[in-house]
Structures are given as structure tokens and as C-alpha cells.
């Protein structure tokens, strides 16, 4: 059974669209990919946040994320 997949924003429980893949460079190496889920809704918000932070490396929708993302 595959679970559910759900948004990484604080308190919403909606279905995940987006994998918003990233890595803080003072804690990870280059290759290292971390993820945060996003709904529709959330997915701007979420990639601000990261944006503003230089940690976005890309979005993808959940169904392109691999096993190593994460």
C-alpha cells in the first residue's frame, strides 16, 4: 500500500502535487536533496520560503520523485 501523500505545510492536510526538492548548503552536500510536499495551494508559499533562503534547487510533481529524494 503506497501512503498518502500529503502538503509539508503547518496544518493542512490536502493531497501533495509538487515535491519542492532542496538543501541548505551550509548543512548538506551539493548532491543531497531534502523535499517538502505542497498542494496547489501551498506550493508558492513553500517555494518562496525556500527561495528566499537560496535552498530551491527545483519542483516536480510528486510523481517524478525518486526514491533518493529525501
Known sequence: ???ELLCSA?????HATTGL???NPRLHDADRRKVW???DEHVGSLSDFLSMRGFLR??????EL???DG
Do not use: F, Y
Not at 527545483?58 to 510523481?63: E, I, K
Open 58 to 63: 527545483d519542483a516536480v510533481p510528486v510523481g
Open 66 to 68: 525518486e526514491p533518493a
Open 37 to 39: 510536499l505542497a498542494c
Open 1 to 3: 500500500m503506497t501512503p
Open 10 to 14: 503547518k496544518g493542512c492536510r490536502q
Open 21 to 23: 526538492r532542496w538543501n
